[in-house]
């Protein structure tokens, strides 16, 4: 009995309470490896206790003292470190949840429920808690993110997620969904991923998912549109949907699917003609409406190739491949995988192919636990595996800029980030790069740690900076030697696009005109890797640092590409001066990414157009109150390569929108930070904003959650809580070490 699991594939009746008692959760740190566990035994719970950060990661009370009050920028730096150093965890990075995204959840629910994984009865309670605590407060559906407006795609797959954990279908707020799901035209006008998931449960049949042909796979690495061309999390995710899709697997029919079947449509189930479905879509739902030459091949595909042209031993051939890619993947990542989406695919792939009882199945089952979080509002899933690398990086770099790294206050802390880092450079590629079509990894870092093992440009960037500044401070020692230092740079290296720029994961493999196959509906520029402003800054401010420290290693090359990658940021301007950030919100993350590479070759608002520019942008943007406040429908507006109303059209500029919250503590800090690396003339404007900053400081030294700062693929929203503590006081303390004698309040 596992504690009243909810599975109703026995004859086990669903157990669900109110809610867990949340003094008996605890996070465990296994080297980064973040598992939650419910201590039900009261002699369990007394051994291991609450710490601080799991306190607060749950919002309980940390009755923490009071700090003394603030006077100086540097003393809002000291009490916010003095509060940020009681969340380092164990192994010596910083945690956090890694939520906003709507549609992870629903993945590992219905990878455990058609894997007959049982689920405890205390995460059901508190998925359920967390479901309910962000359906939409006026309709009492869910978006794509939890700050957007109710979706077909939202709504259908955590109202599926409620009914799976347990919860009854005459639950006023499951009336309160179902009606609102049923406004939005029910199941039939959701988008392809959850066509694709309903299948696999057996609550759609498959002939309303539009095709995901793994015969793709098979195409010669040459042909133009070949899939390893495409972003990887695409590739990554088309991968396993594609054989689930080929295969057309499903989940055995249980009560609630059957069930479920009369509750998500507004048709009667047996009449639908599933077929002609496939493209209905909700308009919430249809931020990229798919392109005629995709709507095209559809056609073709499922009129003419699948039902009289695939051969069998076609079909088989394709499936095989997939297969021994999606073994890849899972052993290069010990089963973590690239992220939860890919990760749930592979884990019903493996149950399909490898049978219940298959090791496959029970690392996967193992491994899932890892993108679970719980917080106040209940259990949610992480957009990824963690935030580690990424986060323990730019910590290390607000202490360096406030000028305290040979403060022996604060050398415990940063010794343990150090030796965290050092632990997670990845030492090795992947056995089977060139076989997987993977990038070369050797000295990189990952965003979140090395299980994952996915080198991004800009988290090598900043992680490889953060280990050469404290290594190079007095008192550290050189944990990473100058050999893996290099190794480092030379996988850096390697990420320059034709033009210059830097892109995620990989350098572009083809161009924007792939969006044209852009299957997903829900996200836009998703198909390749796009040249991107916060990427190429982080490598140039990497590759510099370098060559000042080591002059002599491949000097020629790295000159080269910080010449090719600032030209390219400057030509990525928008005409009203800012940059457009993909990763955060949005032109102000975006703005003092590029100030900071324009800073870094000597270029600032005395002397650069550019710079000036970005300046005065971020200026005609500040607040009556000193505070920046940009809204995510801000990072929606870009149209960037191909639109999606119609294809081919040129870019569009995209628009600054105020947040109708009011000034934002991040925002802000990143405000001042990019006028502060660009030489901004003007204090008063600058005082300004870090007076707001040290106005929301708590007598703590913490600052509190406000709006989203992260986004990807233009329309989904993501959480980064460590945030709002890295880059308060990382403008803090370049003010304070700028100017040491100026009052701010
Ligand atoms: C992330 C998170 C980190 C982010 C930065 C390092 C900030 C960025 O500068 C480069 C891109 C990267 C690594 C990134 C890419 C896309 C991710 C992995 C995410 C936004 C976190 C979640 C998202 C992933 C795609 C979610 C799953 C969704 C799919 C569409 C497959």
């Known amino acids: ?335 973590a995988d690239l992220a939860p989406v890919n990760a749930a695919m592979n884990f019903v792939v493996c149950y399909a192919r490898d049978g219940p009882d298959a090791e496959s199945v029970r690392r996967h089952r193992e491994r899932a636990e890892e993108f679970l979080w719980v917080k106040d509002e209940g259990l949610l899933c992480n957009g990824t595996n963690g935030v580690q690398c990424w986060d323990t990086a730019f910590a290390i770099q607000a202490v360096m800029d406030a000028g305290l790294t040979e403060d022996p206050r604060w050398r415990p802390m940063l010794m343990k980030a150090l030796k965290y880092l050092d632990g997670q450079q990845i030492r090795e590629n992947v056995e089977d790069q060139a076989k997987g079509y993977r990038q070369q990894r050797k000295g990189a870092w990952a965003f979140s740690n090395k299980d994952q093992g996915y080198a991004v440009s800009d988290c090598v960037s900043e992680a490889l900076k953060s280990v050469i500044i404290l290594q190079r401070t007095p008192g550290f020692p050189s944990l990473v030697d100058d050999r893996r230092i290099c190794d480092a740079i030379d996988t850096l290296l390697t990420y320059s696009n034709s033009d210059g720029s830097c892109s995620s994961y990989e350098p572009s493999r083809a161009g924007p005109w792939m969006e044209m196959l852009n299957a997903a509906e829900v996200f836009g520029n998703i198909m390749v890797e796009y040249p991107y402003p916060e990427c190429t800054t982080a490598v140039v401010t990497a590759l510099s640092l370098f060559n000042k420290h080591w002059p002599d290693y491949r000097a020629d090359e790295i000159h080269r590409f910080v010449n090719r990658a600032v030209s390219w940021i400057k030509t990525a301007q928008k005409p009203h001066g800012g940059w457009y950030g993909s990763w955060g919100i949005c032109f102000t993350y975006a703005t003092m990414f590029a100030l900071e590479s324009l800073a870094s070759i000597g270029e600032t608002y005395e002397n650069s157009e550019y710079a000036k520019k970005g300046c005065d942008f971020l200026i005609s943007k500040q607040r009556e109150d000193g505070g920046w406040s940009e809204c995510y429908k801000a990072s929606q507006t870009l149209v960037s390569g191909i639109s999606s109303a119609n294809h081919l059209q040129a870019c569009e500029t995209g628009e600054y929108i105020e947040h109708p919250s009011g000034s934002q503590v991040v925002m802000t800090a990143w405000a001042v930070i990019g006028l502060l690396k660009a030489k901004y003339p003007d204090v008063e404007s600058i005082k300004k904003g870090l007076k707001l900053i040290m106005e929301r400081q708590q007598p703590n030294g913490e600052w509190l959650q406000e709006a989203i700062e992260g986004v990807f693929n233009k329309s989904c929203m993501i959480s980064y809580p460590n945030y709002k503590f890295v880059f308060p006081i990382k403008a803090l303390g370049m003010f304070a070490t700028k100017y040491p004698d100026e009052k701010v309040i």
């Open 1 to 335: 009995d596992v504690n009243g699991a909810v599975n109703d594939h026995g004859a086990k009746r669903p157990r669900i309470e109110d809610r867990t008692d949340y003094t008996r959760w605890r996070m465990r740190d296994d080297d980064s490896r973040h598992t939650w566990h419910y201590l039900e035994d009261d002699e369990a719970a007394k051994e291991w206790a609450q710490t601080v950060a799991d306190k607060y990661f749950l919002g309980l009370p940390l009755d923490l003292p009071g700090l003394p009050p603030a006077k100086s920028p540097l003393d809002a730096v000291k009490n916010g470190l003095t509060f940020f150093e009681k969340l380092q965890l164990p192994s010596g990075h910083w945690g956090c949840e890694y939520g906003g995204p709507m549609f992870l959840l629903p993945g590992v629910v219905i990878a455990w429920y058609v894997t007959k994984t049982p689920i405890p009865w205390f995460y059901a309670t508190e998925i359920k808690n967390y479901l309910f605590a962000r359906a939409h407060p006026e309709d009492g559906g869910w978006g794509l993110h939890i700050e957007g407006e109710s979706s077909v795609f939202g709504t259908v797959l955590n109202y599926t997620v409620l009914r799976l954990v347990g919860v009854e279908a005459d639950h006023p707020k499951m009336v309160k969904a179902r009606a609102t799901l049923h406004e939005l035209g029910g199941a039939t006008h959701a988008p392809h991923w959850a066509k694709f998931w309903l299948s696999v449960l057996g609550v759609m049949k498959w002939d309303i998912v539009n095709p995901v042909p793994p015969e793709l796979w098979l195409l010669p690495d040459w042909v133009p549109f070949a899939p390893w061309r495409w972003w990887i999390h695409i590739r990554q995710v088309f991968l396993p949907m594609g054989y689930l899709w080929s295969k057309k697997w499903q989940g055995e029919e249980t009560e609630t699917v059957l069930s479920l079947r009369k509750e998500l449509f507004v048709e009667d189930w047996d009449k639908i003609d599933f077929a002609s479905h496939r493209n209905t879509i909700h308009p919430n739902d249809n931020y990229h409406p798919k392109s005629w030459l995709l709507n095209s091949v559809n056609w073709l595909l499922v009129n003419i190739w699948n039902p009289y042209l695939r051969p069998k031993f076609l079909a088989d051939w394709a499936e095989d491949w997939s297969s021994e890619l999606i073994d890849m993947e899972d052993r290069n990542t010990d089963y």
